[in-house]
């Protein structure tokens, strides 16, 4: 699994106001999103690959790492 991790404040930025986002449609996107992050992201991190900080990087640099990544990827046995 790879995890594009970004801050709450990141993805708050990118989709405040986007009606299709019924956890966030009450408002408060970016107070929902930390909430939503305190329960997720330690069960993201548990269960990744792979983690990019993704609100640290361009997209094509992005997609760089993923592509070296799965060119060196062997899956774990307990998986």
Do not use: H
């Not at 986007?18 to 329960?39: C, F, H, Q, V, Y």
């Amino acid at each position: 699994m790879i995890w594009l991790k970004a801050t709450p404040k990141f993805l708050a930025e990118r989709i405040d106001g986007d009606s299709n986002r019924p956890l966030i449609a009450s408002g408060e996107t970016k107070k929902r999103l930390m909430e939503l992050a305190e329960i997720r992201y330690p069960l993201y991190e548990e269960c990744s690959d792979l983690i990019l900080q993704r609100d640290e990087l361009k997209k094509r640099n992005v997609v760089k790492r993923i592509l070296q990544f799965l060119s060196e990827f062997t899956p774990s046995e307990d998986r």
